[in-house]
């Protein structure tokens, strides 16, 4: 039996249930995902784990609201610390409390990412909104994750994620780790550009099936791009079982494969951190 590269998925929801109450969420599945009944559905621990072990996933990434956290979400870590760690997801327009929240977050569960969807904050990263928890990520060493793209959800402002809104971060922020989430439909070379452009730049191609990528992505992916792009479910959007399976059956060159399934995601993830603590004198 072949051995199968190991995966890390930083994006799954297991909190699943409130999409049902939700007309935006309810049409995406119905029009644009053609999602199935774990669209609506809570995820337990041992369910993903079981789920994560058929499909040869090591580790997953669960975002959490840093205000109000699920306490049945956090016990995921708790009970799994080798399976999952979280990422913070605020809600930049409470301004400072989002972001003393994420903080709080940090100090008492295993944090490694942040992540923002301009969608929903209705503004691009650029942004003044967005400038303390830039600094908070900067702070912590933990990746800002921001969605990028036209939105799947109907009704969603699309050129707020525009991946270009990126460049003048990265250049104002040298030090700030961006992932770009669910890739960039339709702005693929622009940005290809920007990864090749900016050292502290990656992709995640959470959201769409690896079958369906486009073929500039995976040139990139098969070459120099090989070290800035991860794979990703965002679960159910797209099932973590789909993911992994089609991510493997992308046919890219060993070493290619097994920094897109797992080593960039570990490196950017769970790799060493240098936070930055502050000591007020006197």
Same mark, same amino acid.
């Given at each position: =039996? $072949?051995?199968?590269? *190991?995966?890390?998925?930083?994006?799954?929801?297991?909190a &699943?249930?409130? =999409?049902?109450?939700?007309?935006?969420?309810?049409?995406?599945?119905?029009?644009?995902?053609?999602?199935g009944?774990?669209? %609506?559905?809570?995820?337990?621990?041992?369910?993903?784990? %079981?789920?994560?072990?058929?499909?040869?996933?090591?580790?997953?990434?669960?975002? #959490?609201?840093?205000?109000?956290?699920?306490?049945?979400?956090? %016990?995921?870590? /708790?009970?799994?610390?080798?399976?999952?760690?979280?990422?913070?997801?605020?809600?930049?327009?409470?301004?400072?409390? @989002?972001?003393?929240?994420?903080?709080?977050?940090?100090?008492?569960?295993?944090?490694?990412?942040?992540?923002? /969807?301009? =969608?929903?904050?209705?503004a691009?990263? $650029?942004?003044?909104?967005? #400038? *303390? $928890?830039?600094?908070?990520?900067?702070?912590l060493?933990?990746?800002?994750?921001?969605?990028?793209?036209?939105? +799947? !959800?109907?009704?969603?402002? @699309?050129?707020?994620?525009? !991946? =270009?809104?990126?460049?003048?971060?990265?250049?104002?922020? !040298?030090?700030?780790?961006?992932?770009?989430?669910?890739?960039?439909?339709?702005?693929?070379?622009?940005?290809?550009?920007?990864?090749?452009?900016?050292? &502290?730049?990656?992709?995640? $191609?959470?959201?769409?099936?690896?079958?369906?990528? *486009?073929?500039?992505?995976?040139?990139?992916?098969? +070459?120099?791009?090989?070290?800035?792009?991860?794979?990703?479910?965002?679960?159910?959007?797209?099932?973590?079982?789909?993911?992994?399976?089609e @991510?493997r059956?992308?046919?890219?060159?060993?070493?290619?494969?097994?920094?897109?399934?797992?080593? &960039?995601?570990?490196?950017?993830?769970?790799? %060493?951190?240098?936070?930055?603590?502050?000591?007020?004198?006197?």
């Amino acid at each position: =039996m $072949t051995k199968l590269t *190991p995966m890390i998925d930083p994006l799954v929801n297991v909190a &699943n249930a409130w =999409m049902a109450k939700s007309s935006i969420t309810r049409r995406a599945k119905a029009e644009v995902f053609k999602a199935g009944d774990d669209f %609506e559905r809570d995820l337990s621990a041992a369910e993903l784990v %079981e789920r994560m072990d058929r499909a040869g996933i090591a580790k997953a990434i669960i975002g #959490v609201d840093p205000e109000q956290p699920l306490p049945w979400v956090l %016990e995921f870590a /708790a009970s799994h610390p080798d399976r999952f760690a979280f990422a913070a997801e605020p809600r930049l327009k409470h301004g400072l409390e @989002a972001v003393w929240a994420v903080e709080d977050l940090c100090r008492d569960h295993p944090v490694v990412a942040v992540r923002v /969807a301009p =969608m929903f904050v209705g503004a691009p990263v $650029t942004d003044a909104a967005y #400038v *303390p $928890t830039i600094v908070k990520c900067i702070e912590l060493d933990v990746p800002l994750c921001l969605t990028t793209g036209i939105p +799947g !959800p109907p009704g969603l402002p @699309a050129d707020l994620q525009h !991946p =270009m809104a990126l460049d003048p971060v990265l250049l104002a922020y !040298p030090q700030l780790k961006v992932v770009m989430l669910h890739g960039a439909d339709p702005w693929w070379a622009e940005a290809i550009r920007l990864l090749r452009r900016h050292r &502290n730049l990656w992709m995640c $191609t959470s959201a769409w099936p690896p079958s369906r990528l *486009p073929e500039i992505l995976v040139a990139y992916l098969r +070459g120099a791009g090989a070290r800035k792009i991860l794979s990703g479910s965002d679960h159910p959007v797209v099932t973590i079982e789909r993911c992994a399976e089609e @991510a493997r059956a992308l046919g890219l060159p060993p070493e290619a494969e097994r920094r897109y399934l797992h080593d &960039n995601a570990m490196d950017l993830f769970f790799g %060493e951190r240098h936070s930055r603590h502050v000591v007020h004198a006197g």
